[in-house]
């Protein structure tokens, strides 16, 4: 089988930092993805990592170890706009489908 | 970014019916597409693979005599929900890829399916 977990809620104050976890145990890996979803909305692309170490762009960062199998999702200097869900996604092979996690849903307060 | 459009936005209608979802690239080619189911409250569930030209391949679980899915050109694949009942009521949504080296997948604005 496989699985990505990560942790279903965090609460976060505006101008603070969240990171979000990702583990995962998948039959290939060929890449991790970052993915935001407001309420109703489509999934918006954040960030991809191919091999390990930190990406960064601007406010969110993503890393990889893909010898732990996991990555994380950093973001920065939150917004009230920022709050939404966020879903890791593998990649097993390229040109293949994105198999999500659960996802986390990020509230951000004033 | 790439574009990808998906119509209709939403639709509403009897058990028994079948409804047609439409997802386009619209600033580029894609041999593949991907259609992905997601309920309220949880997770995207890949059901299956478009692919340009050819059958698509159905994940564990998904009938596929049930989600019609035809992608008979570089930029349109479809989804069929044939004879939809309310517990297919969910949202869909299509995704796409430019490829050309570029692991980034772009999806559609997603359908809300309510069968009644």
């Known amino acids: 089988g496989q699985s990505l977990e990560q942790p279903s809620e965090v609460t976060a104050v505006e101008g603070a930092i969240v990171q979000i976890n990702c583990t995962y145990q998948?039959?290939?890996?060929?890449?991790l993805s970052w993915y935001q979803q407001h309420d109703g909305g489509a999934p918006t692309f954040l960030s991809y990592?191919?091999?390990?170490g930190l990406e960064e762009t601007g406010r969110f960062s993503s890393f990889l170890s893909r010898s732990d199998s996991y990555g994380y999702l950093l973001l920065q200097e939150l917004q009230m706009k920022d709050s939404a869900s966020y879903f890791c996604?593998?990649?097993?092979?390229?040109?293949?489908?994105?198999?999500f996690g659960k996802g986390t849903t990020l509230s951000v307060s004033s | 970014g790439a574009v990808v459009s998906q119509h209709p936005s939403w639709v509403i209608c009897k058990s028994g019916t079948s409804v047609k979802i439409e997802c386009r690239s619209l600033?580029?080619?894609?041999?593949?597409m991907f259609w992905y189911r997601q309920f309220p409250k949880q997770s995207l569930m890949l059901m299956a693979t478009?692919?340009?030209?050819?059958?698509?391949?159905?994940e564990q679980g998904v009938e596929k005599d049930k989600f019609l899915i035809n992608h008979a050109s570089l930029t349109l694949s479809t989804l069929t929900v044939t004879s939809a009942h309310p517990e297919d009521s969910s949202f869909y949504i299509c995704?796409?890829?430019?490829?050309?080296?570029?692991?980034?997948?772009?999806f559609g604005p997603g359908t809300r399916l309510t069968v009644l």
């Open positions: 995704s796409a890829g430019p490829g050309q080296g570029s692991n980034e997948q772009f």
């Open positions: 998948t039959s290939g890996f060929y890449g």
């Open positions: 990592n191919g091999l390990d």
């Open positions: 996604a593998v990649i097993k092979q390229a040109g293949t489908a994105l198999i």
């Open positions: 600033d580029f080619q894609a041999t593949t």
């Open positions: 478009s692919n340009e030209g050819s059958k698509a391949t159905y």
